[in-house]
């Protein structure tokens, strides 16, 4: 492949991650990640700061957010895993957070924690926000 060829393929990955990362849904978990305490929230989670998305809607948009190298699905190891408590959390990647950082979508990240703090939850979500989390 030619140098030519190369820099085409990378713009070509630069303008697919901008379209799968600005989608409107797709942007608002984006946001709604980068805003959570632990920057690892769950599905339930995501669900409930969405209200107006299914969220069989929510687990289609994080899947393309994963499968674009933005988000990453993290797991707690089964020995820390607790009765009734989530396992399974969506942070943004190193390879994501990169991206966001080099095309400037990082720079609310302390305004959007500080919403994120300001929004009513209900007593199952507060109990999942203070769920173990896995190291990263």
Do not use: C, W
């Not at 697919?16 to 980068?34: A, G, P, Y």
Request: charged share 35%; proline share 5%.
């Amino acid at each position: 492949m030619s140098t030519s060829d190369e820099a085409t393929s990378d713009l070509d990955t630069v303008r697919e991650r901008l379209n799968v990362v600005t989608q409107e849904t797709r942007f608002s978990l984006v946001q709604d990640i980068l805003g959570h305490p632990s920057g690892l929230p769950t599905l339930k989670e995501l669900d409930y700061v969405n209200p107006s998305r299914s969220q069989t809607t929510i687990r289609q948009h994080l899947q393309r957010l994963v499968d674009a190298g933005i988000v990453e699905k993290v797991e707690l190891p089964e020995d820390h895993r607790q009765n009734d408590l989530p396992y399974t959390f969506y942070g943004i990647s190193e390879e994501g957070r990169r991206f966001l950082k080099d095309h400037k979508l990082l720079r609310a990240e302390e305004t959007l924690r500080e919403i994120y703090d300001r929004v009513e939850k209900a007593a199952e979500i507060e109990r999942y926000e203070s769920a173990p989390r896995p190291e990263r």
